[in-house]
């Protein structure tokens, strides 16, 4: 078993390598502290660099330089902005992607307190993703799930920057039927320190 980059803690886990694999030789493995990273089967594995060619953290390709910059929040109705972690814009471009027919992808806890990102296409199903989750979510085969749909729906992701760098290195071209959404991050606690938060308020309400 071997790792795509030599520091291993210069992965941001985006799953980009994960998904372009195309003999299924990455896995993404909880790592020490709980965070999913690639590690490569080397008896699958048959040496064709596509990992390497699509890791964004190996191949950082954006302009930075910003030349405009707005700010906005939803005017529209103020108690939208309630569960919205903040301006609630997340929930404006969500709605107008679902009323042309389109997918919306964020994240959202599945039935065992697990952050994971999830598609929807209707609008009352929102909600479900609103609000900042402060962990790192489990992406899974999503990409792979945006490029099989992509040329035939309008598709928003909504993640942290590295995992929309990481979808832009795999799908490698633009398309204009994606959006893309990312957040100011600081970055992401592992999923295993959150599931020993949940453990430590089990045990609080069961002994009060
Ligand atoms: C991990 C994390 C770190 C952040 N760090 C900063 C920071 O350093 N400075 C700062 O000012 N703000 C930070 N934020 C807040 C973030 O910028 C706000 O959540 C965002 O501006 C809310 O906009 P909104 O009201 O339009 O979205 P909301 O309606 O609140 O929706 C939030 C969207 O983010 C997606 N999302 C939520 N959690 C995650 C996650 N863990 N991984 C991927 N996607 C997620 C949801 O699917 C949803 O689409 C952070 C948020 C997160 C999730």
Do not use: W
């Amino acid at each position: 078993m071997k790792n795509i980059l030599e520091n291993k803690n210069n992965c941001c886990g985006c799953t980009a390598c994960y998904n372009i694999c195309p003999k299924n030789a990455i896995s993404m493995v909880l790592d020490e502290e709980g965070f999913k990273r690639p590690i490569i089967d080397e008896d699958k594995c048959v040496n064709c660099g596509l990992c390497k060619k699509n890791c964004p953290v190996l191949n950082s390709t954006e302009n930075y330089s910003i030349n405009k910059c707005y700010v906005g929040y939803n005017k529209s109705d103020i108690s939208r902005m309630n569960n919205a972690s903040s301006g609630s814009i997340f929930e404006l471009i969500a709605e107008e992607v679902i009323n042309q027919n389109g997918i919306v992808i964020g994240a959202c806890f599945n039935n065992q307190n697990k952050l994971i990102h999830k598609y929807i296409n209707n609008i009352s199903d929102i909600n479900k993703l609103k609000g900042s989750k402060y962990l790192e979510s489990d992406l899974n085969d999503i990409f792979k799930f945006i490029r099989s749909n992509i040329k035939s729906k309008k598709i928003l992701f909504v993640g942290t920057p590295c995992q929309v760098a990481g979808l832009k290195s795999f799908l490698k071209y633009n398309n204009d039927n994606l959006i893309c959404l990312d957040l100011f991050c600081h970055g992401v606690p592992s999923p295993k320190l959150f599931g020993k938060y949940i453990k430590e308020m089990e045990k609080n309400i069961t002994t009060h």
